[in-house]
């Protein structure tokens, strides 16, 4: 599926997943480790926009997914 977003990149938005579903992982090739599988409903990508960091894990579309993106403005204001 097609990246997302890579471990260690800048964090300048969360996403909100409508449709299909993402891996979260870290470490790449075979040394990769699955965190989770997100579907329909979840929100990911938050945790470099609340802690100002590089993205801790990675995350990958595992099919076709609708997933809008929630800017620093409107995740600090509740509205991801």
Same mark, same amino acid.
Request: charged fraction near 25%; aromatic fraction near 6%.
């Given at each position: 599926?097609?990246?997302?977003?890579?471990?260690?990149?800048?964090?300048? *938005?969360?996403?909100?997943?409508?449709?299909?579903?993402?891996?979260?992982?870290?470490?790449?090739?075979?040394?990769?480790?699955?965190?989770?599988?997100?579907?329909?409903?979840?929100?990911?990508?938050?945790?470099?926009?609340?802690?100002?960091?590089? *993205?801790?894990?990675?995350?990958?579309?595992?099919c076709p997914l609708r997933q809008p993106e929630a800017g620093q403005r *409107?995740?600090?204001?509740? *509205?991801v």
């Amino acid at each position: 599926g097609d990246t997302i977003f890579l471990e260690g990149s800048s964090a300048d *938005r969360a996403y909100i997943i409508e449709s299909g579903y993402v891996e979260i992982f870290v470490g790449t090739g075979e040394d990769s480790l699955q965190l989770n599988v997100l579907g329909p409903g979840d929100i990911f990508g938050e945790m470099g926009i609340i802690d100002a960091a590089p *993205r801790s894990a990675s995350a990958k579309a595992l099919c076709p997914l609708r997933q809008p993106e929630a800017g620093q403005r *409107r995740a600090a204001e509740g *509205r991801v």
